[in-house]
T-cell receptor
């Protein structure tokens, strides 16, 4: 079967750095997405990785290792507005997104 | 530019009733999707459409139907609602359904079936 694993919840301090991990087992791989979802709102796109390595975009970076079935999202200089759920999703061989359950990130002052 | 709109925002429905959730996008995207999101579970694909006039089944299609008469609209119908269909429903669209295009989401419809 297809499976995406992420931690359920993480807590971090304002101004710090946090890494959210995602491991996957899917039928085929055509890329990995990270989305941010604030409570009661729609998911919004953060990043897309299809090749191994680190993609940096401002305070957010995303890493992919296809051989390990592993990705992480790195958030730097955390702000209170970063409190949200972070969703990992893999594009499978049929170009359908398989979603993890999401990681709820709590930022404390 | 509105992006994707969904209606209604929320609805309480008696079991056995028929309900259509509406979704409209103004980005001229070819592909559209319906997901449901339940606590502790990832988004699950219900139905999708890669282009107007075509539809396909996702992971959890039973009890739901869709149509795609034109590019902009993609309604989701529950023919006879059951309590297990209580969920938050998101409509999404992307430029194409056969590539790695980003999916953009509507604001969601919160549906409660009693």
């Amino acid at each position: 079967g297809q499976n995406i694993d992420q931690p359920t919840e993480m807590t971090a301090t304002e101004g710090a750095i946090v890494q959210i991990n995602c491991t996957y087992q899917t039928s085929g791989f055509n890329g990995l997405f990270w989305y941010q979802q604030h409570a009661g709102e729609a998911p919004t796109f953060l990043s897309y990785n299809v090749l191994d390595g680190l993609e940096e975009k401002g305070r957010f970076s995303s890493f992919l290792s296809r051989s390990k079935g592993y990705s992480y999202l790195l958030l730097k200089e955390l702000q209170m507005k970063d409190s949200a759920s972070y969703l990992c999703a893999v594009l499978d061989s049929n170009y359908q997104l398989i979603w993890g359950a999401g990681t709820k990130l709590i930022i404390k002052p | 530019i509105a992006g994707i709109t969904q209606a209604p925002t929320s609805q309480i429905l008696a079991a056995g009733r028929r309900m259509t959730l509406r979704c409209t996008q103004d980005m001229r995207h070819n592909a559209m999707y319906w997901y449901r999101q339940d606590l502790g579970l990832g988004l699950r694909l219900i139905h999708y459409s890669n282009t107007a006039g075509t539809t396909g089944k996702g992971e959890v299609p039973d009890g739901y139907s869709v149509s795609r008469a034109n590019t902009d609209d993609f309604p989701l119908t529950l023919a006879s609602a059951v309590p297990s269909q209580t969920s938050v429903y998101f409509c999404a669209s992307s430029a194409s359904g056969t590539g790695s295009d980003t999916q953009y989401f509507g604001p969601g419809t919160r549906l409660t079936v009693l």
